[in-house]
């Protein structure tokens, strides 16, 4: 559950399955009895570090990158001692480690030209430059029948997300890197086809519906 503008008109309560909150989406924690909590970029945890607090509960999964976990050790290191973390770590860039090419990790990918999606996320995901499609990989490694996406708009970006308000935005590069993205994403879609895992938006005007990723309406 992504935070772009398409969350204004969507009741949380009606989303399916178990809810993994995106950065700003965390801000809906009350919606739900049970839920996990993704951030991948660090200046988020100096932005919004109350909504933080109050969205991850002592039982809340957390899926965070080592810059997170890095940005919470300061600022709030209870935060990493309530609950178990799932390391959301950069497959070509492991932590304190060199970088490598996608042809180094080619047995653990699934690969299309520069594009790739990590068949192995608890060795590493590929960073796509959004949190959504880090996390979109640890969905296709549970091997879910069905994977919703909400708030995942990738469009639009000068817009505010459903929880900020105009003039007071932070910057997006996703508009910018949209191609990039999307060919990531539609290797994700392979893999998620592979695995007999239906991959669909619930809110409308994603850009994934450009790739193949079906609207579902709720």
């Known amino acids: 559950m992504g935070s772009g503008p398409s969350m204004r008109d969507v009741d949380p309560a009606r989303l ?47 899926l965070f990158s080592p810059a997170v976990m890095r940005a919470l050790a300061e600022q709030e290191p209870d935060l990493l001692r309530d609950a178990p973390v799932i390391v959301m770590e950069n497959l070509l860039k492991p932590f304190r480690s060199r970088r490598r090419s996608l042809e180094e990790v080619e047995s653990r990918v699934l690969r299309d030209g520069d594009a790739a999606v990590s068949r192995e996320p608890e060795q590493g995901v590929v960073v796509a430059g ?11 490694a549970t091997e879910a029948r069905r994977i919703a996406v909400a708030g995942v708009d990738l469009t639009n970006t000068a817009a505010p997300r459903f929880y900020e308000t105009a003039g007071r935005t932070a910057a997006s590069g996703i508009e910018a890197g949209q191609a990039r993205i999307l060919s990531h994403f539609a290797v994700a879609l392979q893999l998620a086809e592979e695995r007999s895992s239906r991959l669909e938006t619930v809110t409308p005007g994603s850009a994934l519906e450009r790739i193949g990723v079906v609207y579902a309406p709720l």
């Open 16 to 62: 399916p399955g178990f809810p993994i909150l995106l950065n700003g989406a965390a801000s809906l924690h009350a919606a739900f009895t049970d839920h996990a909590v993704a951030v991948e970029d660090e200046r988020f945890v100096w932005r919004h570090l109350d909504m933080l607090k109050a969205a991850l509960r002592p039982e809340t999964l957390r």
């Open 130 to 140: 959004t949190v959504a499609y880090s996390v979109l990989q640890f969905a296709l």
